[in-house]
């Protein structure tokens, strides 16, 4: 699955906010290593070089198109590609790690996020925010749709690419103990768009992008088509012709108390 730096950053206010919201919520700190993983196109990497001026701040993402826009938008920051497992293999320990909109790609969250706790220097702090929206109406749309049309073989997986998030209980226990300092909570943004075709836009940049890619040029143009029928029919516009799309967020932030 291949990404696009270009349609992600469409939204990139709307997209970044949550970045911000993260990080506001760190303690106070003067970290000497931080690295973001999942950086995408250097949105939220900006945001930890301004906030940490003497850190060697780093950006790790998967997509080659990702990091060529991160590179290009912050070239004094270093940028590597490769996957967030690879990385707590063979990564150096960090003061802060921060993953917004990232780690709900990656599998077995039981495993991942103790991982993420021991790759802290003492002292340093673990922040995430990922997407809890599998069950709002645009992405429960994307997987029905799959499964009734010429492309159901195509996209009989497309519907497990992201797996669902746990709870926020769930998240707690995993990394809570003497030695860590949890705070969990849930926001939901409402993003007021121009109508159901922005929101088609908008995941075109994220969620949707396991459903179009193995599709040929007719079937993409025909699965978005029908997308877009349901979401004006789930999404009424208001009197304005606008659309709000709800977005609820899960923002966690663990602090090593060592």
């Given at each position: ?10 939204f990139e ?11 506001a ?13 999942g ?12 906030r ?13 198109d990702?990091?060529?826009a991160?590179?290009?938008?912050l ?5 590597d ?15 802060v ?5 990232a ?12 991982a993420l ?15 809890d929206?599998?069950?709002?109406p ?20 497309a519907?497990g ?5 746990g ?6 226990e ?5 030695t ?25 940049g ?35 012709g ?17």
């Open positions: 699955m291949t990404w696009s730096a270009a349609h992600y950053s469409t206010d709307e997209r970044t906010r949550p970045a911000r919201d993260l990080l919520a760190l303690p106070p700190l003067e970290p000497r290593e931080v690295v973001d993983l950086c995408g196109p250097g949105n939220s990497t900006g945001l930890l070089a301004v940490f001026p003497g850190a060697a701040v780093r950006g790790l993402d998967s997509s080659a990702m990091i060529a991160a590179r290009a938008r070239p004094a920051v270093h940028f590609l490769g996957d967030i497992e690879a990385w707590l293999e063979t990564g150096p320990s960090a003061d790690i921060f993953a917004n909109a780690l709900q790609w990656v599998p077995d969250h039981p495993a991942l996020f103790p706790r021991a790759k802290l220097s003492h002292g340093g702090c673990l922040a995430v925010q990922m997407p929206n599998l069950h709002e645009a992405h429960r749309l994307m997987r029905e749709i799959a499964l009734h049309g010429s492309w159901a073989e195509k996209l009989a997986a519907g690419t992201r797996a669902e998030i709870s926020a209980a769930g998240y707690f995993m990394l809570d103990s003497p860590c300092r949890v705070d969990v909570w849930r926001t939901t943004y409402h993003h007021a768009l121009a109508g159901a075709a922005a929101i088609v836009e908008w995941f075109m994220s969620g949707l992008r396991p459903f179009i890619a193995p599709l040929d040029a007719a079937e993409r143009v025909a699965f978005l088509s029908r997308y877009e029928s349901a979401v004006a029919a789930a999404y009424p516009p208001m009197a304005d606008r659309v709000l799309l709800p977005f609820p967020r899960l923002f966690i932030v663990a602090r090593d108390a060592s």
